[in-house]
């Protein structure tokens, strides 16, 4: 069986997903480099349901209407109508539900061409130390946001097209993005306590080395405290055990891989580091109450629905 990489969220495979929708009005711009969506309706989020993705590139998004339950880098989050959600590239993102109404806009860019448009001088909130906020917006906020969105998105479509005021209107969201974080008391002058702080670098470690490393003690050596300790701090900033979190994120790769490749179970199992497929399927069970092959089956059958 050939193998095929796992399937991530990028610019052009969002493209395909929304090309097979049936969609007339989309009100989207998707390219290698650049998405805008001006128009973000029901059927774009349903199609996203339950499926666990790796986004390649930063997402700036706004909800106008309705709501939606995610889960970004392990933790869940919940977004209205008013609310602006940043998710940094290299990020996990699952679509739980959304309301039948859902509205929204969006904007993404890689790492490339957003370099180009901020100077290669990022915003504070955006330079890559957050994997993801989300802030609810006054009318004002959320009216400026918007008209941003719209004026990329009727730039990239004018007759006389000038990738100078796109991008200088990119950088300008950016910014302004970033303006709303501090002003909404989330930016440096917010002091965090010792826990929040350990569980923010607590969490950037687990998705980043989850897919092989799952005990505790490699958490701890890099951040230079006790197993028992690390223990602690997790348990007093999230509510969770440590562990939880770092079995949660080792399932969420694993679903990726049944999921979006076709790799043998087997080579999952020696990708993930379990000893043998025994120890991979009692793992995977006991998280997901589904055997991986018994995973994989359903969502093939998903697919074909």
Request: aromatic content about 10%.
């Amino acid at each position: 069986m050939e193998q095929k990489e796992i399937q991530r969220l990028s610019l052009l495979q969002f493209k395909t997903k929304l090309n097979e929708l049936p969609i007339d009005d989309r009100h989207v711009f998707f390219n290698q480099n650049v998405g805008v969506v001006k128009r973000f309706v029901p059927d774009i989020a349903t199609s996203l349901l339950n499926q666990p993705f790796i986004i390649d590139e930063m997402r700036i998004m706004v909800i106008t209407q309705g709501s939606m339950h995610a889960v970004v880098n392990l933790l869940p989050i919940a977004l209205n109508a008013g609310d602006l959600t940043f998710v940094d590239k290299q990020s996990t993102f699952i679509l739980l539900d959304h309301s039948s109404d859902i509205m929204g806009q969006g904007f993404t860019m890689n790492d490339g061409l957003l370099s180009l448009a901020l100077g290669g001088s990022l915003p504070p909130s955006i330079d890559g130390h957050l994997r993801n906020f989300h802030i609810s917006l006054d009318q004002s906020e959320l009216d400026i946001v918007t008209r941003f969105i719209n004026l990329l998105y009727d730039t990239i479509h004018e007759n006389n097209y000038s990738s100078n005021v796109f991008l200088n209107l990119a950088a300008s969201l950016c910014w302004w993005v970033d303006c709303i974080y501090t002003t909404h008391g989330q930016g440096e002058s917010n002091i965090q306590s010792h826990e929040q702080e350990v569980f923010g670098q607590f969490i950037s470690l687990v998705n980043a080395h989850a897919r092989q490393e799952h005990n505790l003690s490699f958490y701890a050596n890099r951040l230079c405290l006790s197993p028992r300790y690390l223990g602690t701090l997790i348990g007093k900033a999230s509510g969770r055990g440590a562990k939880e979190w770092i079995d949660e994120a080792l399932t969420t790769t694993i679903k990726v891989d049944l999921r979006h490749t076709s790799k043998p179970l087997k080579q999952i199992a020696i990708d993930m580091q379990f000893p043998n497929m025994s120890f991979f399927s009692k793992f995977f069970k006991r998280m997901t109450g589904m055997t991986p092959m018994e995973y994989r089956r359903q969502n093939v059958l998903s697919k074909q629905e």
